[in-house]
């Protein structure tokens, strides 16, 4: 059951142009407050829907989804059916009509991002860790900066937080440019990126821990890293764990990934740190497991019971930073990113 379909806030500021698309939302709620929230993410084109069938075939066409199930009429397709096709939809992004007052404009980002948008990509900051090494972390961190920087030339960057000399530096064989404590003398309004070395289109932020961990109170490196943050649409931490730096930032960082692999101390660790990190969520209010170097063994840690984001499969020659690691990892940041133009990468290495 279709009600109606109109075109949102037609006026001068908000009238669609290359730089501020039309989004195409479908609302299936009669929540007013959605209704009046809409107009933060002018210019859009409304179709509204009552039912799940409604819902359904809206679909085609939709950018994004704004769907309360619970208050929807239940016609011809069962309610958790539906779910699961706006879960799995390659082409629609959904959320619920709390989920979108929280962050109306971010949600617009995230449609128009789906379907190839690239300049609407919503910032995001997201951290590789765990308490093993040698599973990935900087692999992985550096592959999906690499490739996101690659397809969207949005700025990207990567930071470190080692416990030893800068791992960064080594692996891109980088020895000019500033690290990260220089960011707390940088003057804000001075273009923070241009410090940095830039390489294969990735801002690195480098630390030599050995030598500077005492420099910096806690509200400095904050600081540093809200800068860093402020001047990228994607920063990557490739950080140890526990780390004292990426405590001090970890409000500030969007969505923690676990890295695990399939060794017994590899998947005990990413168990824990899971554990760890739903006990404290108010540091870590948002954590997954994602498993690297996966082959063959994804049956057996689905009976270890380990819940996790993907399983990474072990590649070939991985210090080329192809991007099939990465492409498959920028799930985890945005899960829409598989669907973007241009976003898949080629097979087979
Ligand atoms: N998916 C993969 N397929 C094959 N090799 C991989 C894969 N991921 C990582 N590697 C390799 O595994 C080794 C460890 O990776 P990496 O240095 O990224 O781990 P790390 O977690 O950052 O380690 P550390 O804790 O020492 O910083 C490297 O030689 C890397 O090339
Ligand atoms: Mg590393």
Redesign the pocket.
Known sequence: MLKKMSIGSPEKSSAPSRANPTVRVLVATRRTDVHAALEQIAPYALTEAVSTRGVYTSLRGTQLAIVELDALLEEEIPCETLLQVLQQSPTVVWTTPDGFLREPATWRSHALAASGHFECFPPAAAALT?Y?????????SLDAAVHFAARTKLPTAVVEF?YGPS?LRV?TGTTEGAGFVDAVHNDPSEALRSDFPLWRGVTLVTVNYADVSGLLKPEEVAQCFERIRNAHILTIV?S?FPHPWLEIIAKQIGTFII?GAPRPDAWNNAAALQQLMARTPDLYPHSQVVF??VEGWGDRLTQLGLERTMD?????Y??RLEGR?GSMLLKAIYPYWAQTPGAATRRGM
């Open positions: 765990s093993s090494g040698g599973v990935g972390k900087t692999t992985l080692p791992a692996i490739d140890e890295v690297n170097l990474l499969p072990r590649v070939k991985p210090e690691l």
